[in-house]
């Protein structure tokens, strides 16, 4: 290769989210190439010239699984293989490792096209380069919120490090049996040749300006002022990578610490919370297809319809609700609807009017003013639309059964109606006011609505 400088300079001295042993194998492939045949990691584990070349040559990457871009019953597929680089600008996977920018460009793609119901990832990767990765996380998720469309990660057989960054930005996230998720933390190398160069004979001299110009060069040992300050970026790197994964699983930050950047196999990733289920990885796109048709089923209560992921039964809740009974409202009923050929973006932001109309209900049965006044709340929840604000107003007006004494009852009666004009009755004419016509009169009062 003749780009060895630019490649030393993206990998020393540089933080890098690497699977730890991936990391070894890594600097082992390279060391060679940039005049290094020592390798030394936090272990004291030492390795030099032949043994290092057998570490590397342990590794294979190209596993078949640099595939192109695929669409399986509606679910486009996204291979994210191999070491993670911020740019290499291609698409696809290639040469043996994944860019961010083709990540994010084929996404984009993917969620912009009318045909594609759902995004899987694909991974099977140690992790690699910090610059970008967080940003690409992100940004998935951003893409896939904005499209309404659902994103899943399918860990198969790794991803670590910087590819659980990118596997965290999932809705959802398969793991096969023997799939590696975890790894977060953070991986910094320093290459030191002094030792080298002496025995060959050379001496350089670096001439500088500034203090930390020359901070973490290869042609002397690391002084302990540049290794704290490397230690101290590289721990508020982690915390950070620790707040991005909490924020898009749902574990908290110290949960996340906690896993002091262990790997995790198969079940024990389920355990710890990097992974939701455990699959065949061949079933992995079946299983995701499978979730997407099961989506857009119907819920009706009365005349309201809303369009669901899971089908489910809207009940009233039994607190502060009445008892069951001929006047008891008949309880919501679930009907599966006909799949529509494709759910607009806009069906998918617009509210949930069923869990709102459930509140709604709840709000009213369940505030203070219902109490002692069960039957009319009953009658202000389910039959007319009232806000919840509006029917406690409303209840408010109507005696609590059973709390008033029966004398103040005649007392307050004939206040009331002292202060109403009276209609005009002959002697064979009968008036009588049904509860419903009392409701209304209250309704009306409160509302102003005739």
């Known amino acids: 290769?003749?780009?060895?400088?630019?490649?030393?300079?993206?990998?020393?001295?540089?933080?890098?989210?690497?699977?730890?042993?991936?990391?070894?194998?890594?600097?082992?492939?390279?060391?060679?190439?940039?005049?290094?045949?020592?390798?030394?990691?936090?272990?004291?584990?030492?390795?030099?010239?032949?043994?290092?070349?057998?570490?590397?040559?342990?590794?294979?990457?190209?596993?078949?699984?640099?595939?192109?871009?695929?669409?399986?019953?509606?679910?486009?597929?996204?291979?994210?293989?191999?070491?993670?680089?911020?740019?290499?600008?291609?698409?696809?996977?290639?040469?043996?490792?994944?860019?961010?920018?083709?990540?994010?460009?084929?996404?984009?793609?993917?969620?912009?096209?009318?045909?594609?119901?759902?995004?899987?990832?694909?991974?099977?990767?140690?992790?690699?380069?910090?610059?970008?990765?967080?940003?690409?996380?992100?940004?998935?998720?951003?893409?896939?919120?904005?499209?309404?469309?659902?994103?899943?990660?399918?860990?198969?057989?790794?991803?670590?490090?910087?590819?659980?960054?990118?596997?965290?930005?999932?809705?959802?996230?398969?793991?096969?049996?023997?799939?590696?998720?975890?790894?977060?933390?953070?991986?910094?190398?320093?290459?030191?040749?002094?030792?080298?160069?002496?025995?060959?004979?050379?001496?350089?001299?670096?001439?500088?300006?500034?203090?930390?110009?020359?901070?973490?060069?290869?042609?002397?040992?690391?002084?302990?002022?540049?290794?704290?300050?490397?230690?101290?970026?590289?721990?508020a790197l982690r915390n950070e990578f620790a707040e991005l994964v909490s924020g898009h699983i749902g574990m908290s930050t110290a949960e996340v610490l906690a896993t002091d950047a262990a790997t995790y196999r198969g079940q024990a990733a389920v355990d710890v919370g990097f992974a939701d289920e455990l699959v065949n990885g061949i079933d992995a796109v079946s299983v995701f297809s499978e979730h997407l048709s099961s989506q857009g089923r119907t819920i009706s209560i009365g005349a309201n319809m809303s369009t669901q992921d899971v089908q489910t039964q809207a009940q009233v809740p039994a607190q502060g609700g009445p008892a069951a009974g001929a006047d008891a409202p008949a309880a919501a009923v679930v009907e599966p609807a006909a799949q529509p050929a494709q759910q607009s973006a806009a069906e998918v932001d617009q509210p949930d009017a069923a869990a709102t109309m459930q509140a709604r209900i709840a709000g009213i049965m369940q505030c203070d003013e219902a109490k002692g006044r069960e039957a009319t709340a009953n009658h202000l929840a389910f039959n007319t639309k009232l806000s919840v604000e509006d029917a406690k107003a409303a209840l408010a007006t109507v005696p609590v059964v059973g709390a008033t004494d029966p004398s103040d009852m005649s007392n307050a009666l004939a206040s009331a109606m002292a202060n109403e004009q009276q209609p005009n009755v002959g002697a064979d004419q009968q008036v009588t006011e049904s509860a419903g016509g009392t409701l209304l009169a209250s309704y009306e009062r409160v509302t102003g609505d005739k």
Not at 16 to 41: C, H, K, N, V
Not at 61 to 88: C, F, M, Q, W
Not at 102 to 126: M, N
């Open 1 to 235: 290769m003749n780009n060895m400088a630019h490649i030393a300079s993206r990998v020393l001295n540089t933080p890098l989210l690497l699977e730890p042993g991936y990391a070894r194998t890594f600097f082992s492939a390279l060391a060679p190439r940039l005049g290094i045949f020592e390798l030394q990691d936090n272990e004291g584990v030492i390795l030099t010239g032949e043994k290092m070349r057998q570490s590397a040559a342990a590794w294979s990457s190209d596993r078949g699984r640099n595939r192109p871009y695929e669409v399986v019953d509606g679910v486009a597929v996204l291979p994210i293989s191999g070491t993670l680089a911020h740019k290499t600008g291609n698409v696809k996977p290639y040469s043996g490792m994944t860019g961010y920018d083709g990540i994010i460009y084929r996404a984009q793609d993917a969620f912009s096209d009318p045909e594609i119901k759902g995004v899987l990832l694909d991974l099977d990767t140690p992790g690699g380069e910090v610059s970008g990765c967080f940003n690409t996380s992100r940004k998935l998720r951003e893409l896939a919120d904005a499209s309404g469309k659902k994103l899943w990660a399918l860990c198969y057989d790794m991803n670590c490090s910087g590819g659980m960054a990118l596997a965290s930005s999932a809705h959802r996230r398969l793991i096969n049996e023997t799939g590696v998720a975890g790894s977060v933390g953070v991986v910094m190398a320093h290459a030191d040749m002094s030792k080298k160069l002496a025995e060959d004979g050379y001496k350089v001299t670096l001439i500088h300006s500034g203090a930390h110009k020359i901070d973490g060069n290869p042609y002397e040992a690391l002084g302990a002022d540049v290794l704290a300050r490397f230690q101290s970026e590289s721990d």
